[in-house]
């Protein structure tokens, strides 16, 4: 008998990866490094970092000011730091939230404390952190609102809380490049490769309160204000200019990109999902974000990925068990997580990329339909 090679794989047996980051491609950059070739300025706030900078800031209104850091996780600490937050205070923030928020909390000498989010945004809610506050194990220093997966939080009802409690409030909105657009409140967004605007590594805040900005500004920079001392202790944790024309490309395509974002979402929508599964509300309509993370039946989430798995659709748990089920968040004090265990149980992260065609999108719907 005639031993035959393996057939190749047909498309329906091609495993679907849950994520396909695309950035700018090597033509769209070299416009801007010509540039750099010719400035001869590389890094230390060169024309190409002001240029991306007023660019980014110009999405929060024309009061608001972007400082670019190398990642979201830096610009939360020195966020933090900037805020003069006192060491050792508690740091109010959800589990439910990626464990670089936990990180940076720690980073900035503070200690996190672990509330509950609400069972249908996801979010922590200023009730939430209300009556949690008559039971913080210390001081409250701060509270870090996270915006889940890219859905913005309602900036105006953190604004009164912070006003009511005088707790200073920051917004973790790394993945929601899409929806930030209020710089009332220090916006932390980032710019990694995974996200939904990208540039390998990279954020910024935006903030209207220039003060904050300058001081965010001196800790990205060893603690210089223009001359060579240092005011304070800092750190360095500016972006190059090779960083920022990858940047600038990314926005270069961002209205098409965005386009692009909201037509994936629209193909998979277009295939009906079984009943019990639902999209964040506005997913894909009125924000977009580079993933798509669904509810599912309480409890239903390791099971279907294992039956998703078996048709070769990879899924992600983004957030795993929340940031405090980490053995490195393990010692930190937190409330009664009762949400946040039914989340990290009943959300699923589904394959989505800013190409998701017809058939993936297809197979993705056809391989929950039949694991529920
Ligand atoms: C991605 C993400 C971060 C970390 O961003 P980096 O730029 O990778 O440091 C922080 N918080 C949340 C909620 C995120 O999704």
Redo the contacts with the bound molecule.
């Keep these: 008998m005639v031993k035959h090679a393996r057939s190749p794989r047909t498309d329906s047996t091609t495993p679907i990866a849950v994520a396909k980051p695309r950035l700018p491609q090597t033509d769209a950059i070299v416009p801007y490094l010509r540039r750099i070739d010719s400035a001869r300025w590389y890094s230390n706030f060169g024309p190409l970092v002001q240029e991306l900078e007023e660019r980014l800031a110009h999405r929060f209104g024309a009061q608001a000011r972007a400082v670019t850091c190398v ?6 600490t020195l966020t933090l730091q900037a805020l003069n937050i006192a060491p050792g205070t508690l740091c109010a923030m959800p589990s439910w ?2 464990v ?2 936990g990180h ?1 909390a720690v980073q900035a000498g503070l200690t996190p404390w672990f509330l509950d989010a609400d069972r249908d945004s996801w979010m922590l809610t200023p009730q939430i952190a209300a009556e949690a506050l008559a039971r913080a194990p210390g001081t409250v220093g701060a509270l870090i609102v ?4 890219g859905r913005m939080p309602d900036v105006a009802a953190w604004l009164d809380f912070q006003d009511k409690t005088g707790i200073k409030v920051i917004i ?4 929601a490049f899409d929806a930030a657009c209020d710089a009332r409140l220090p916006t ?1 967004v ?3 490769a ?2 939904v605007l990208g540039m390998g ?3 910024f805040v935006a903030t209207d309160n220039h003060a904050l900005a300058a001081r965010l500004r001196r800790l990205t920079s060893f603690g210089f204000d223009g001359t060579r001392l240092s005011q304070h202790t800092a750190n360095n944790a500016k972006i190059s200019e090779y960083a920022a024309a990858v940047g600038l490309a990314s926005l270069d395509a961002w209205p098409g990109d965005r386009l692009r974002w909201f037509t994936a979402a629209q193909t998979l929508r277009h295939f009906p999902l079984p009943r019990e599964i639902g999209y964040q509300p506005g997913w894909g309509r009125d924000w977009t974000t580079s993933v798509c993370v669904v509810t599912t039946p309480e409890g239903a989430a390791p099971e279907l990925i294992a039956a998703l798995k078996a048709r070769d659709v990879d899924t992600r748990q ?1 957030w795993g068990e929340g940031c405090h089920a980490s053995p490195a968040f393990a010692a930190f004090p937190r409330e009664a997580l009762p949400n946040t265990e039914i989340l990290a149980t009943s959300t699923l992260g589904l394959p989505f990329y800013i190409d998701l065609d017809r058939a993936d999108a297809a197979r993705i719907a056809e391989a929950l339909g039949a694991a529920l």
Excluded at 172 to 175: L, Q, T, V
């Design positions: 990642n979201a996780t830096q610009g939360l939230t990626f670089a928020t940076a996270v915006a889940p997966f973790d909105a790394a993945a932390v980032s710019l990694h995974t996200k590594e990279g954020g983004w």
